[in-house]
């Protein structure tokens, strides 16, 4: 009696490869599947530029326009509200526009250069000339009471950590290096969206001439 032998197919190639067919490769991909990840990183940096365009803007070029003064925060006596390290803008103003609450900047003395940034808590008239004293938040006393020639101004805004970039730079270089590194990152902000709006509108007229 002659028998035919039939040939077993291996079981590996029995076996059904779940989820294989469903994944895309790199060759079935889409041009959208393709290109997430550089779109993520795009809006990434863009966003990053916006940040940085932003940063500069409130440090350099507002102060200049409204004749206010950048300053860095050195210690903690106004915590929390303000940190060491963070960047103040103060603009001059009149002592009769001060009230009380408001934060503001004084030489305490006049022989000393240094300024002072606390919270004005008493204002009043002693002699036909008005009064402030001062406390920081984070202090327990109050200030000795200053006059009109004391104050160098009201602070109109702070930026977080920004101090930190300006202390960096030496006094000597400071008039100049810090507002061209402001020019500069500004400059850079405004490259990046341009050339980001530029790629997204390509990609829609492409992607339009695919559909």
């Known amino acids: 009696m002659s028998t035919v032998t039939r040939t077993q197919r291996p079981e590996s190639a029995r076996r059904p490869r779940h989820g294989r067919e469903d994944a895309p490769s790199a060759e079935t991909a889409t041009p959208q599947q393709r290109s997430w990840p550089r779109r993520v990183a795009r809006w990434a940096l863009t966003f990053a530029a916006i940040a940085v365009g932003l940063v500069a803007l409130a440090a350099l070029v507002v102060p200049r326009i409204i004749g206010a003064v950048p300053l860095a925060v050195l210690t903690g006596s106004m915590n929390p509200a303000i940190h060491p390290g963070d960047l103040i803008v103060t603009q001059p103003t009149d002592i009769d526009n001060i009230r009380v609450g408001d934060v503001i900047t004084f030489q305490p003395n006049s022989a000393d250069p240094m300024l002072i940034t606390h919270r004005v808590v008493e204002k009043s008239v002693v002699g036909g000339e008005a009064q402030l004293v001062t406390r920081g938040d984070a ?10 020639d004391q104050v160098k101004g009201k602070v109109l805004y702070s930026l977080p950590y920004v101090g930190y970039a300006t202390q960096a730079v030496p006094n000597d270089l400071r008039a100049w290096a810090v507002p061209a590194v402001g020019v500069v990152l500004i400059g850079y902000a405004a490259v990046t969206l341009t050339l980001s709006f530029r790629r997204t509108r390509q990609e829609r007229a492409q992607q339009e001439e695919l559909s």
């Open 139 to 148: 202090n327990g006393a109050n200030d000795e009471p200053i006059v009109a």
